[in-house]
């Protein structure tokens, strides 16, 4: 075997490692969402509106410090 056999080899392993990775973080997101809003369901009216405050004044804070969030759009080459 050729070192740039070995070094092919290499890549795939760590490419394949990190797409695993990848998917494995993106699955204990979609879990962590899924209990986030049951939790959020189970709240009684007031909790919630209170909640949405909060979480409306932070929002409103990061938005003053970067600005608004635009959609992307890629730049023409």
């Not at 490692?17 to 962590?32: C, F, G, S, T």
């Not at 919630?48 to 759009?73: M, N, T, W």
């Amino acid at each position: 075997m050729t070192d740039e056999t070995k070094k092919t080899e290499d890549s795939i392993h760590t490419f394949d490692e990190i797409v695993a990775l990848k998917d494995a973080q993106q699955r204990q997101k979609q879990e962590h969402l899924r209990e986030w809003r049951l939790r959020y369901e189970a709240l009684d009216e007031e909790t919630r509106k209170a909640l949405d405050e909060k979480i409306k004044i932070y929002c409103d804070s990061i938005s003053v410090q970067f600005g608004k969030s635009r959609p992307f759009h890629p730049r023409s080459r």
